[in-house]
């Protein structure tokens, strides 16, 4: 059984809801498609005056009701029974307002029975949040303080009321005051996130600018939580600009009409129109005494009708706000259905008349259109208070095919809706009010429909494609987003060595370092990047480089080994390499630009550890030389590699010319871009064999076998080492020619980075088979580990033995705790410099004297000694000084930048004296000058070289001579008498 008219159950009483249904689908469909349209009031009264009648049409609105509930659709409906109330003095005007202010989110006084059904403008869970009401609610915080101070308040008292509150209902305490301030603050998130993602693609610190975003935030929200004053951020609220902007304030006869200026942000607060919108808002609250239902009667009319209109109208734009179809949430575009103001028996007593005229009023007042469709029951006596409104009959049949076009009652009601606007027609009209009248048979059938199930045709699903924007879609992409810049970051962490969600720096690539365990950066260090060795070196690189930004200048590329844990490479010998290579680099950057019209501007390049990765660095430098033209040459590739020719190759294919300072290989000389201020192998080893023909004479008594040698090198293995098996066959060679007897030993591994030479150490120490002569081709990382197996070797006990090395052993600084010498060893190798290099008035010395106090500390140099300072005694620093100054002069000879081809060729004509090597000659390089000189074209026999002694004098105390030497450009041989092996030492 049906539990009664508009009960909730699943069968309808009336034959009139499914055409109310009809009705409202139409309209419903139509919204999906033209939002905004244009919706009228359905006012649903019976056709005729019987009071069961008119039970009737509230009965089916009530049905109507239900259907809207069970599809969801987000509806408010007011509750009867509070109309009746007393307390509001039984003015229609004060229950009008009341119906407003609980439809706008004001919570029923205690005591008092609420005006608007539970749940109201809440639609099923399918429909797109919550409606809110920010409009509405400044308005009530107005009339709050409006009550509170009596209607003979100054507009400065209602300022003061407002900042107390924070201009919020109820916003007394600081707690709400604070919520409120981090609301509106919250608006600015989107800049500040700007700023700070601007910041960390930058190279300003990070951290120091977001201390300083959030000490400015702490502050304004402290300042927003004062008492008494005005929060900081409330000129960003919705409902603050709209209150200022609202041109129907304009309206009022108290209200600023000359003002016309959009407010200002910045502006002191509260500005001049706040005041003058407030003062006017205030009066008409207080002349229409709407608020005090003891005063209403004796009201101003129009001041009540102008306090309910506003009302209405704030209302109106927190709906229409609600369904903007292009906000940043698109919930326009989520809700697709009008909310709907079910007004079940509007009657002259209860206000809901004069309701449904300030609607109409206002949207004939406004412009705009707004989303809000009613629907009223009315009396039929109490029709004739609608006069001049449009009356159509309901549908008379169901929506089929192309139901989606309006139907013709609501087409006649449009084009009547904009005539009857119009101001020039007499009498008063209600042109959005929509009169339904529902015929009396319909209504009052006693069978019709009884036990028909209920089957709702309302559309009002939202959007399939609305829920791809939406806080779910959102935090789908968002964890998508943030998986997949994971991803990008390790990506390119991996293979870059600086990185950030903007891109990559890719003049550095990260590679496998030779252990395997690590990666390490190779190639040009630009944007900020530093190579782990020498990092305060490189900083005063950068110095330079950018004191002549905007000069005339030409650029070099320093390329060496600059990878390593030790952060001023002293506790590695290969770190050494790179460290002290590198300062000689600075060392002619610094002088040159402090003296010469063309500065020079040093790049770093690292080509890893023992240069594994220099085939990537150069394409890395060929790579920054395709942007920056300024590039003219390389200075370093110091390291005999199996891939140096690779590397030779791409730089020579872009046109760019090496000046190495200590890569001896023999076959370098063949390459046309290679310039080499090193001795060759093969020129070190003949130079060697003045010591080997010594040491094999008969009067070298105490060493081992007369006539057995051992030549002993390390295994290229991955290391693609190809200084040791140039060495391995010269040395071979030359100790053949000799006269000794040679062993080549198995060539020695490598394991995690270290020599492994227990066979090889065995081999050397056989019993009765010492040799007299080693000839270590390995490197000057592994002589540590050879000199240990020798010494706790019984079978070299008391067996003196002469080690014969080349010039990678000039950095083994024996004069510190890197490098040791057994006891029974000595050590004979040599320098690609001559003690006479550092004499004063060299060019180096010179450039020395230029730096001040703190660089030669950071480099570790002593301008004023440079004769006995024992950090020049391997050459590395001075090579590598004479390198740049060399290609320096070539690129910028005449006092103007020459381009890679002009430095190329200036190459070819270099002949350069007082140099730290001193003389530098390149000129053979040519044809016609090598055959001047006797030489083959592309060879030199001038270099500079020294042959030095090491002996162990006791314990870890090891005492160098050197016993002869050669300055570059002497071409005088040097002889056995020079050379003698036994010379005593200067200390003896």
Known sequence: MATGPGGDDSRRHYATTPHLVEMMEAIFQAFRRRSPMALPELVLHADSGSPDADEAVRGSLAELRQELRARGVPFASVRQSALVDASDGGSPMVRALRVVQALGGKPADAGSEPYVEPHAWRGSRRQYGQYEFPRSELLLAIESVVREHGPDAEPDELLHGLNRTGWRPGGVQWTARLRDAVTDASRTVPALLIAVVAVLITDKPWYVTLLFLAVVMAALLALSILPGRAPVFLGLRREVRWFLSTTYLNQGPRADRGEGLTWRVLRLWPPGPVRQRVAAVARDIQDGALLDEHRAGSGDEDAQRRHLQLRVHALREDLRDAHRAWSLDLRGRKRPTPPVLVLPDATADNGLIELLRAVSDIRSIRSELDPLLVVAAVRHEDIGLLERSYSAEPAARHLTGSAADLPAWYAGWNRARRVSQSPSLEGSTLPWVLRVPLPEGLLLHPDLGVGTPRRSRLSTGRPRWTWLWSLPALALVLAAAGVGLGVRDHRLTSRYCASDLSGANKDTRRIDSPDGE????????????????????????????????????????????????????????????????????????????????????????????????????????????????????????????????????????????????????????????????????????????????????????????????????????????????????????????????????????????????????????????????????GRTEDINALMDGITSEPGCNGKRIALLAGDDLSQAGFDTDRSSVAANVTLYHLVLTAPGTKDQGTIFVNNLRKLAEAQEKTLGLSAATPQTDSALSDGQTMLMHDATEVLYRAAAGGGQARGRAEAWSGLLRTDIDNLATGRVDFTAATHDKAREQGLEPGTRDNYAISLVRVANTGGAHYERTVLCSRRAGDRRQLTQKECDADRPSPSS
């Open 518 to 777: 690590s990666s390490e950066c190779v190639g040009v260090a630009t944007g900020g990047v530093t190579f782990p060795v020498g990092r305060q070196l490189q900083q005063l690189i950068d110095k330079e480089n950018e004191a002549i930004s905007g000069s005339n200048y030409v650029t070099l590329v320093y390329a060496g080994p600059l990878s390593g844990p030790d952060p001023e490479g002293k506790n590695d010998n290969q770190l050494v390499k790179g460290f002290e290579e590198l300062r000689g680099a600075y060392i002619a950057q610094h002088a040159n630009n402090a003296s010469q019209p063309v500065k020079l501007r040093l790049l770093v390049a690292n080509g890893g550890t023992d240069m594994a990765g220099q085939v990537e660095m150069a394409k890395r430098i060929v790579d920054v030389a395709r942007r920056d033209r300024t590039v003219v040459g390389v200075v370093g590739v110091g390291r005999d590699m199996t891939d140096t020719d690779q590397v030779l190759e791409t730089l020579r294919q872009a046109e760019l010319p090496v000046v190495s300072g200590t890569n001896s290989g023999t076959w370098l000389l063949d390459k046309p871009n290679f310039f080499n201020l090193a001795a060759t192998d093969e020129w070190q080893v003949r130079q060697l064999k003045l010591l080997a023909e010594q040491l094999r004479a008969p009067g070298s008594s105490g060493y081992g076998t007369a006539g057995r040698a051992v030549v002993l090198g390390r295994n290229p293995g991955s290391t693609r080492d190809r200084y040791t098996r140039e060495q391995m066959d010269h040395g071979g060679r030359m100790l053949t020619d000799v006269g000794y007897r040679v062993d080549r030993l198995e060539r020695y591994g490598l394991s995690n980075g270290r020599p492994v030479l227990g066979r090889q150490v065995s081999q050397i120490c056989e019993e009765g088979e010492v040799p007299r002569v080693v000839y270590f081709a």
